[in-house]
């Protein structure tokens, strides 16, 4: 693991074909490991960039990076190529690129940290003592969103507002998440291909690592702000994106279900929330068409959305957000 009483963390982000991205991120991160380093005595970080893209277009765009940062001598950077499609596949390539690692915090490429996340993520482990660490994610948009997309909060993040660092939490997602890869390890954790494509994967790990006895805590100074593109504003995307992630919430918590008489009495409850889900939202979209109503019918149709999700899952029906 290096010098003896040296801590090594990598922070790791992965990409795909988003070069212009993640050229602008990884100077942020060198910054602020940099800081980190400074800072706190005994800890060594470096950035670690997967590129998703066979063709290694964000690894490219990191060598150009690094030509434009100087010699490269002191550019704690290192690029590598995943070729399998899928997150799962991507953030296992992370895993396993940081084997020589005590810490792994995971990024996303379309996110900025603001100022001091990864010394608060790290201060907090360092305090805690917890096997992860997660912080909360802020969105903002690339161009001003129509006021349909604003009533429905299809980018709100609500269910942890307002909790205090060192909270423990069941799951975590993987978008702002420092790992104690010494945990990770005892607990023989990877990320499940069955769910590269279709998201959940982060939520199944995490459930995965609180079983094994891991404590996972909140940290709430470490933000990172995820920017929307206009290309993820549209009603047909923001729809889907909630049939996606409903569908597979509802995945894992069956996956997570022992034993076949769990998962048969968690199937019906799953069902019959995602009938009654469904009759609420096509009587709101009718309320709401009645008295032209945008707010309401945004809520509406996003109720709607979830519930088909529900539905497909528990009928063993899968939708794959990240098929390409």
Same mark, same amino acid.
């Not at 063709?55 to 060598?63: R, S």
């Not at 975590?172 to 104690?180: H, S």
């Not at 909140?218 to 504003?233: G, I, Q, Y």
């Given at each position: 693991?290096?010098?003896?009483?040296?801590?090594?963390?990598?922070?790791?982000?992965?990409?795909?074909?988003?070069?212009?991205?993640?050229?602008?991120?990884?100077?942020?991160?060198?910054?602020?490991?940099?800081?980190?380093?400074?800072?706190?005595?005994?800890?060594?970080?470096?950035?670690?960039?997967?590129?998703?893209?066979?063709?290694?277009?964000?690894?490219?765009?990191?060598?150009?990076?690094?030509?434009?940062?100087?010699?490269?001598?002191?550019?704690?950077?290192? %690029?590598?190529?995943?070729?399998?499609?899928?997150?799962?596949?991507?953030?296992?390539?992370?895993?396993?690129?940081?084997?020589?690692?005590?810490?792994?915090?995971?990024?996303?490429?379309?996110?900025?940290?603001?100022?001091?996340?990864?010394?608060?993520?790290?201060?907090?482990?360092?305090?805690?003592?917890?096997?992860?660490?997660?912080?909360?994610?802020?969105?903002?948009?690339?161009?001003?969103?129509?006021?349909?997309?604003?009533?429905?909060?299809?980018?709100?993040?609500?269910?942890?507002?307002?909790?205090?660092?060192?909270?423990?939490?069941?799951?975590?997602?993987?978008?702002?998440?420092?790992?104690?890869?010494?945990?990770?390890?005892?607990?023989?954790?990877?990320?499940?291909?069955?769910?590269?494509?279709?998201?959940?994967?982060?939520?199944?790990?995490?459930?995965?690592?609180?079983?094994?006895?891991?404590?996972?805590?909140?940290?709430?100074? %470490?933000?990172?702000?995820?920017?929307?593109?206009?290309?993820?504003?549209?009603? *047909?995307?923001?729809?889907?994106?909630?049939?996606?992630?409903?569908?597979?919430?509802?995945?894992?918590?069956?996956?997570?279900?022992?034993?076949?008489?769990?998962?048969?009495?968690?199937? *019906?409850?799953?069902?019959? %929330?995602?009938?009654?889900?469904?009759?609420?939202?096509?009587?709101?979209?009718?309320?709401?068409?009645?008295?032209?109503?945008?707010?309401?019918?945004?809520? %509406?149709?996003?109720?709607?959305?979830?519930?088909?999700?529900?539905?497909?899952?528990?009928?063993?029906?899968?939708?794959?957000?990240?098929?390409?």
């Amino acid at each position: 693991m290096g010098e003896v009483g040296t801590e090594r963390l990598v922070v790791a982000v992965l990409t795909y074909r988003r070069p212009d991205r993640i050229a602008a991120l990884v100077p942020v991160l060198v910054e602020q490991a940099a800081e980190l380093a400074r800072r706190v005595e005994g800890v060594a970080v470096s950035v670690l960039v997967v590129d998703n893209d066979a063709a290694g277009t964000g690894a490219d765009a990191v060598a150009e990076a690094a030509r434009t940062h100087g010699d490269g001598s002191d550019w704690p950077v290192t %690029a590598v190529v995943e070729p399998e499609p899928g997150i799962s596949a991507a953030r296992n390539r992370a895993l396993r690129a940081s084997d020589d690692q005590d810490l792994l915090a995971f990024v996303d490429d379309d996110e900025v940290p603001r100022a001091g996340w990864l010394g608060a993520l790290y201060e907090t482990y360092r305090t805690t003592a917890a096997a992860a660490v997660s912080g909360p994610v802020t969105s903002r948009y690339a161009v001003e969103p129509e006021p349909w997309v604003v009533a429905g909060g299809f980018y709100d993040r609500a269910h942890r507002v307002g909790l205090r660092t060192g909270t423990v939490i069941p799951t975590a997602a993987t978008n702002n998440l420092l790992l104690d890869l010494r945990a990770v390890r005892r607990a023989g954790l990877t990320f499940d291909p069955a769910l590269g494509l279709s998201g959940g994967e982060d939520t199944l790990f995490t459930s995965a690592l609180t079983a094994a006895g891991g404590r996972i805590v909140w940290c709430a100074e %470490a933000v990172v702000s995820d920017v929307v593109p206009a290309d993820r504003l549209t009603r *047909a995307y923001l729809l889907a994106r909630t049939a996606g992630l409903a569908n597979a919430s509802a995945r894992v918590a069956l996956m997570l279900a022992h034993g076949r008489g769990r998962r048969a009495a968690l199937r *019906a409850r799953t069902l019959c %929330a995602g009938t009654a889900r469904g009759a609420l939202g096509m009587l709101q979209v009718a309320c709401a068409s009645a008295r032209s109503d945008v707010a309401l019918d945004a809520r %509406a149709r996003r109720t709607l959305a979830r519930s088909r999700g529900e539905l497909l899952a528990t009928f063993g029906r899968v939708l794959l957000p990240y098929a390409r």
